[in-house]
Structure formats: structure tokens, C-alpha cells
């Protein structure tokens, strides 16, 4: 059986977040703050909130692909960009990596990343874990 959208809780969705298609820095921040809500949400996220999610994703990621240059940078450049692109700090990665003391060896380039590490790095910025990834 499969469950229906239900199209006026999905327009309200849509009514309070207004997504489209990126053009800013704040509208990029705007945009991945409410991913931020949503995910927060885990598994209580209703079926709207999922297709809003997706959206929003598809948007973000559309944008960043654009203004951010990152596909030629090795996965500790693209780590430490990302990072520094959102003014944050090695304690903000303890989640990630378990402990201060690997967020900083894999930050100064000292530990390779696992595959491990590349996915939980992935959701944390919400972008491709394979951007982690040693080729």
C-alpha cells in the first residue's frame, strides 16, 4: 500500500520555506538550516517533510556544485575548506570522529580518512561522502 502525499500539508511545507532555486551565500545557509530541522526530525519526519527535504537537497546541492570548486582538492583539503567555510572548529567535529584527539590528526592531515569517517562526514555537511574518499 502505498501513502498518499498529502498535497495541502506539503503547500504549507512549501508556503513557510519557499525553496528555489539558490543565488546567495545566506540564501545557501537559509536553505541548509532548515535540512538542519528536518533531519533533526529523523524517523518521525512525515512523508511532506521527507519530498521537502529532498528538495531542499537537490537545491543545495545544485548550488554548491556551482560555487564550490572543490573536485580537483585531495579529501582533507575539501574537509578543511568545508570546515573553514562554515567557521567551525575541531570540537565541532568530535560527533564525526569520536574524539579530539583523530578530529585532529584527520584535520592536519596526519590520519587518513575512513570510509567510516567519509560517510559521517558527509551527513554532517550534507554533502557526497565520496568527496572524502583517497582515489
Excluded: C, W
Amino acid at each position: 500500500m502505498t501513502i498518499a502525499l498529502d498535497k495541502a500539508i506539503y503547500a504549507r511545507l512549501l508556503g513557510e520555506v519557499q525553496p528555489k532555486v539558490i543565488e546567495t551565500e545566506a540564501e545557501n545557509e537559509f536553505y541548509l538550516a532548515e535540512v538542519e530541522k528536518l533531519m533533526a526530525l529523523g524517523e518521525n519526519l512525515t512523508l511532506e517533510q521527507e519530498h521537502l527535504l529532498r528538495l531542499l537537497v537537490t537545491l543545495i546541492e545544485e548550488f554548491e556544485s556551482q560555487h564550490y570548486q572543490l573536485r580537483s582538492a585531495t579529501p582533507h583539503e575539501i574537509l578543511n575548506e568545508l570546515v573553514s567555510d562554515r567557521q567551525l572548529k575541531q570540537k565541532d567535529l568530535i560527533p564525526v570522529f569520536g574524539s579530539q584527539g583523530i578530529a585532529s590528526e584527520v584535520l592536519h592531515g596526519k590520519r587518513a580518512i575512513s570510509k567510516s569517517q567519509a560517510k559521517a562526514l558527509g551527513a554532517f555537511f550534507h554533502v557526497s561522502p565520496a568527496l572524502f574518499f583517497d582515489l
